[in-house]
């Protein structure tokens, strides 16, 4: 079993940025997917980033494309996400998600949220005009 727990969220004005971690337990980290999602209220879950295993490429959602950089630390079994010139509709809840499901990212899909096995709690980041 692999827990996942969120950190780094918080308050922000839109043009600053912030970095959420997420450290995973479990010995077989470095050969997991990992990814990013938010939901905001009302919303649908949405994928935002996601990382293979054992490769320093990220893949992501074209609305954070440029502003967010998703990245692995395997030696910390943690991952991150910089967020930068975060804007108003960046407001949500961010979740960490991991599988050792091989998916097959590519620039073109890399959604596969029904495919994480192992989901987070979240952190908030709200950002404010």
């Known amino acids: 079993q692999v827990q996942l727990v969120e950190t780094g969220g918080g308050s922000v004005q839109a043009g600053e940025s912030l970095r959420l971690s997420c450290a995973a337990s479990?010995?077989?980290?470095?050969?997991?997917?990992m990814g990013w999602y938010r939901q905001a209220p009302g919303k649908e879950r949405e994928f935002v980033a996601a990382?293979?295993?054992?490769?320093?490429?990220?893949y992501y959602a074209n609305s954070v494309k440029g502003r967010f950089t998703i990245s692995r630390d395997n030696a910390r079994n943690t991952i991150y996400l910089q967020m930068n010139n975060l804007k108003p509709d960046d407001t949500a809840v961010y979740y960490c998600?991991?599988?050792?499901?091989?998916?097959?990212?590519?620039?073109?899909?890399?959604?596969?949220?029904?495919?994480?096995?192992?989901w987070g709690q979240g952190t908030q980041v709200t950002v404010s005009s």
């Open positions: 998600a991991g599988t050792a499901r091989l998916l097959i990212l590519s620039s073109i899909w890399s959604d596969f949220k029904t495919q994480y096995d192992y």
């Open positions: 990382i293979r295993s054992s490769s320093s490429n990220g």
């Open positions: 479990g010995r077989t980290f470095s050969t997991y997917t």
